[in-house]
Nanobody, 124 residues
Framework: QVQLVESGGGLVQAGDSLRLSCAAS????????MGWFRQAPGKEREFLAG????????YYADSVKGRFTISRDNAKNTVYLQMNSLKPEDTGVYYC?????????????????WGQGTQVTVSS
């Protein structure tokens, strides 16, 4: 099993950039497909981005494609989410998650391990 801890959230203005980090503990980090989700109050948790075990391939939701970049450093047991051109609608709690098996649709049920989340607030 792995434990995930997000950091880097905060209050920013529209158009600003922010970099989130997800530090993982465990010996098998490199064997997990990793993803980022966010959840706004009263709304469903939505998939934002995912990255393969090696970091060779990545997938993005349409809402963040071109603005967000997911990356991982297996040597440091860390996953990152670089967020540029932030919008007020990006406000929410951001979670990193790990999956042992095949991620087909990017649903929450496909991921077994979750961090505690970090708050991102974008003001206009």
């Amino acid at each position: 099993q792995v434990q995930l801890v997000e950091s880097g959230g905060g209050l920013v203005q529209a158009g600003d950039s922010l970099r989130l980090s997800c530090a993982a503990s465990g010996r098998t980090f490199s064997s997990y497909y990793m993803g980022w989700f966010r959840q706004a109050p009263g709304k469903e948790r939505e998939f934002l981005a995912g990255i393969s075990l090696s970091g060779l391939t990545a997938y993005y939701a349409d809402s963040v494609k071109g603005r967000f970049t997911i990356s991982r450093d297996n040597a440091k047991n860390t996953v990152y989410l670089q967020m540029n051109s932030l919008k007020p609608e990006d406000t929410g709690v951001y979670y990193c998650a790990g999956a042992r098996g095949l991620v087909k649709r990017g649903t929450s049920a496909e991921f077994e391990y979750w961090g505690q989340g970090t708050q991102v607030t974008v003001s206009s």
